[in-house]
């Protein structure tokens, strides 16, 4: 049953937020949010409030206060709308420090079969139910910690002098092969390619300010339903003019330190809900070890012989998901794997003078399994092999005029890379798939809610 | 001619940043930039510096700099790449307060033909330049001022206790229709809708959080050419579980005086070069004018009737460009109009209880003419009140279902609004047109660079 309050009456003490309490021991407060839970015990129901800052325990005694309350409180069911007053006491017992001892309450939504109940539920069911799956402990949780991602990395580059240039999400061209890109109609009959990463833009950008990045959502039409994939994910792209591949493996290493810093001191409370290990992410500290890699390819021959890998991995390669995995086992902390050949890279990368079959790429890849978590490197200034690389790679010459620009006028070394926020966050939070880490993911078969 | 410098030589002075000079006065130091401008007096050359960060005049005597030195500067055109060595010198005669006097300087990239000149280009000259055309000042200090206003968004609500939940890009339904919506091809010919606003998600969110916003791109495909309209432009959204239509006025009154004193705090030198008043910005504080719609019509039907407008405006209609020209032209500060009709705003708006043919809406319209900056209210909160109004408006009812969960489970009174970055930005920066307001703009002619 489901019955409408249209308008709220005013309670007469302050309204304050869940996560405010402890500034209001003693004196008496208005709660408004949402039933989480209620035991009852003869005459004292618990219910249990949350309002999107925290939740709360609270205490109905029946002799305490008016009949008619008591008859609409005691039959409510999970997800019900309420507004609570009462006074706050602090009890060391209580979950949060703090209980409240209800004076009185306003029923504004009575629910009943809340679809998702403390039992298990299938991925699918969940997925469906993402607009109110949001809810629950565990996703709410994670995506606190997403916001604080989002949050240090935007501190990070703002402190550190970078200066904010959007890159447009309509592109004409594709950044690496069209494959993988969503097309949209655009107007008369054009298509417009949905960005797969600012980079190209970002190299523009860097030579108007110095320091700038790029951080909006980033699409790849990819086939792909592993648990790190999404189809819509948000990616931050740092780019500096005057800068090499040396320069992006210390910002990374900065960057990476400086987000798992703030997730353990922002959001304690959140890693307790996820039962993440806080070592896991007081390791991540500079310096990370840097791997060139020849050596990465010779850690995987190695546990080929060993038998700890399936197939043997020949120099030339990219590394799939399983080496990544068995590369950063070997470490506690991200691994910087670089000069990677340039055959397995994009076609804008600077070769290594010395060895010019390597790209001057960097891949870091977190602990844990998670993955790369951020790419980069340096990129080639030269006109002439950037003409040939177009070329080479059967991309159309006339949407890179206007890149080919940046290396006829003011061309100089500049580097950066690209960090996926999911899948960052993902790791920090330690869970399983980066489709929780997103508000509402899209997938392969998911395009809804 | 261009000539390329593969590895620059280390310098051996530190490298600092041009807006960093007042820390490094009479020492040694390193720039890395772009040549912007020179002058020649003789035997003395005067390079001006650009590094992203700022400009600087530097000094180069002919005695005092190695001959070939002497050579490779002098004929250097606009937007050679140059790293210059040399000591700082205080000068209050000096645009930025300081000079330097060369010791040392290296040619990275000689640049002759630069395509932007100081003469006057065209619009569409630019608009295909403008990945070179953001080098110039005045774009330069434009968008400086939208990184400011994006982070003075940000600090706003996340010092306010909102969460960060950003909205899905890829919908399966339109917010308003679908007449102005992108298409793109999802997998085995599925369509999905880019964004128009992240609003209906938001509901999901504030239930979940409390306080949220969402913060990114969204999608207009309207075949409109006007000085206001792009097709990609960026808007937050912020939405509040327990709130009401004043809420959101007080919401928008502290956040726009709020971005007005940052910029006026941290941009104060990019608004000299736009030589933008900042009088214009310092009236931007609390209160702000609330005009209901009926007192608006009546300021229209005055204003036909004294002959300042075209058409007699009627009761009942949304307001055009020169009717909001108009009204915002009565006040130095934005005005909030609100209870607008609820014929012309869409579905989910909640109804005023004593007048019901009136949303509980608000438009924030901007001073100078740069028309609503903010548009938002309060939400229906009854199930069977949107349902009939998905039917009303003939949208697919089986794509709302997850958005009628929200009024099934916990529904309550909640209002919001959004605001579009690119038009904020401009009426700060008292720029004409929103196309400058943004990295790469996309019109409706315009997919390029």
Known sequence: MVTESPSLKQAITPHVYINQLSAHVDQEVTLKGWLYNMRSSGKILFPQLRDGSGVVQCVVLKNAVQPELWESLKGLGQESALIIEGKVRADSRAPGGYEIDVTNA????????????PKEHGTEFLLDHRHIW???RRQHAILKIRHT?????????????????????????????????????????EKAYLTQSGQLYNEATAAAFGKVYCFGPTFRAEKSKTRRHLTEFWMVEPEMAYATLDDVLTLSERM??????????????????????PAKLEAIVPPFPRLHYDDAVKMLQEGRAKGLLEARFEWGG????????????????????????????????ARDPDRSELALG?????????????????????????????????????????????????SVPHAGFGMGIERCTAWMCGIEHVREAIPFPRMMYRLRP
């Open 106 to 117: 306003q029923v504004v939504q009575e629910v009943h079969d809340y679809p998702i109940t």
């Open 134 to 136: 949001l809810r629950s």
């Open 149 to 189: 991602v989002v949050r240090a990395v935007r501190d990070f580059l703002d402190n550190d002098g970078f200066t904010l240039c959007d890159a447009p999400i309509f592109t004409p061209a594709a950044c690496e092969g069209t494959t993988t890109l969503f097309a949209a109609d655009y107007f008369d009959g």
């Open 256 to 277: 990476l330190s400086y987000i798992a810093a703030r997730v353990l001191a922002d959001r304690a409370e959140e890693l307790k809900v996820l039962e993440r290990d």
């Open 318 to 349: 990219d590394f799939g998901a399983p080496d990544e995995t068995f590369i950063s086992g070997h470490f506690d902390k991200p691994v910087m794997v670089h000069h990677y050949p340039a055959e397995v890279k994009a076609f804008y990368m």
């Open 362 to 410: 960097v891949d870091v890849l977190a602990p844990e399994g998670y993955g790369e978590v951020i790419g980069g490197g340096e990129r080639a200034t030269s006109l002439e092999y950037l003409q040939q690389q177009i070329a080479t790679h059967e991309l159309p010459p006339e949407a890179f005029e206007w890149y080919l620009d940046l290396r006829r006028y003011g």
